[in-house]
């Protein structure tokens, strides 16, 4: 019902407005206008709008903001009273993304959108991620222009009024807050972080061709329509979407940067760790090739070839050291590459659905089973190859792509997947 109230009083629904308007003026036979008075008496009475529900309606948020977070509970307060003192006088919303925060920040974000309505939460169970997070407040939200910021304070909210008047002016379709253009600033960096920082920007420029100065700032304000064009070519793995979002645009979107400095952390620790470089090489790879290679699978055949040399060891150490007969030490040699496989993929390829505490046995345990089938899988390619042309090293690479890609799919659905 509320949704019928505020349909029917808002801008957005002239047309239906007219329509009815026009069927009270020209009733096409003579019962039908009484009819559509006691039609349209009945619904007033039940979703009669208060002046209130009039003006919210009436007034159509220009902005929403949109922040995620990951264990920020002592930041959320400040940013918002922030928020409403810089953008006092605009329309606007708040949408925490909280990855189901063990500090409980989505509860801290729950309580503080009890008391104001311009605040709210979306819990993600199951998931982590920067990009992912944000791309999904994103489309959860309807403004016209959207912003994305930390919840730490580092990015500059007083600079969110001069971003939406360049979007709302038509100057820009994009307003970046740049730390590298004149008037910016990362002081707050320390040498090992701004010295990936730029490195990272410099290898994104030439490989993407990407053309401002800072697309790794977390901190963006863009129109949602352009935004919605481009969503489903975005990557929801990762921590730089903007890079992302000017990468896939390829140069299609107009864009500001205006300075802005990167302040220090207020409360909380950056969730950021070496491991972004990773991230950052998946998705430079995943963009040079339009999305051809996944880094994923680059991954898990590199932890492969690990797990031969792996294997090859053993065997020699049992066989050679230990005297332990080669049928015996061949398995021994399987099964501790089949281990340090396991667990080289669930840090590094699978890190952000890794598995802890008990979920690791049973997970060993399976991706042993995979392992055992994409064996039987890899031997079956090899020989059927080998009968038709006896090439050995064909046969045995078809066999060998066979069982890799094997494992990947089905490790992939069945030991590590998304819950
Ligand atoms: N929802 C969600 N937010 C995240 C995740 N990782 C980081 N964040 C948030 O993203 C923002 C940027 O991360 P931060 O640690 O401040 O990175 P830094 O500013 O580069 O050190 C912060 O508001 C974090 O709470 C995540 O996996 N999920
Ligand atoms: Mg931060």
Known sequence: ?????????????RLLQSRAANFREEPALPWQGAAAQIYAGAMNEA???????????????????????????????????????????????????????????????????????????LRRVGRRGLSGACIEGILASSAPYVAVMDADLQHDDTQLPKMLGLLQSGQAELVVGSRYVEGGSADSFNRQRRG???????????????????????????????????????????????????????????TIEIPFTFGSRLSGESKLDSMV????????????????????????????SVGLFV?????????????????????????????????????????????????ILPGLLLFYLVCGVGLLANIGVAFSIYDQSPNWWLAGAAGALMGVVWNYAMSGIFVWRKR
């Open 1 to 13: 019902m509320l949704f019928v109230a505020v349909g029917v009083f808002s801008p957005e629904c």
């Open 47 to 121: 979703i009669r709008p208060t002046s209130e529900d009039i003006l919210q309606a009436s007034v159509a948020r220009q902005l929403s903001v949109i922040v995620p977070t990951f264990n920020e509970s002592g930041n959320i307060t400040a940013l918002f009273e922030r928020l409403k003192t810089s953008l006092d006088g605009t329309s606007w919303e708040v949408i925490f993304v909280d990855d189901n925060s063990p500090d409980g920040t989505w509860q801290a974000v729950r309580a503080l959108a009890q008391q104001d309505a311009r605040v709210r939460c």
């Open 196 to 254: 990936f920082s730029e490195f990272a920007t410099m290898i994104a420029k030439r490989l993407l061709r990407v053309e401002i100065a800072d697309p790794m700032s977390g901190f963006f304000m863009i129109r949602r329509d352009r935004f919605e064009q481009i969503a489903p070519q975005l990557s929801v793995h990762g921590f730089k979407i903007l890079l992302d979002i000017v990468a896939t645009a390829r140069g299609q979107l107009r």
């Open 277 to 304: 470089a990773l991230d950052f090489l998946g998705l430079i790879l995943a963009k040079m090739t339009g999305d051809a290679v996944s880094l994923r699978f680059l991954m898990f055949a590199l932890v492969g």
């Open 311 to 359: 294997h090859l060891l053993t065997l020699d150490v049992a066989f050679n050291v230990f005297d332990i007969r080669f049928a015996e030490a061949h398995v021994l040699g399987a099964v501790v590459a089949m281990t340090s496989n396991f667990l080289l993929n669930n840090f590094l390829t699978y890190r952000d659905q890794r598995l802890r505490g008990f979920a």
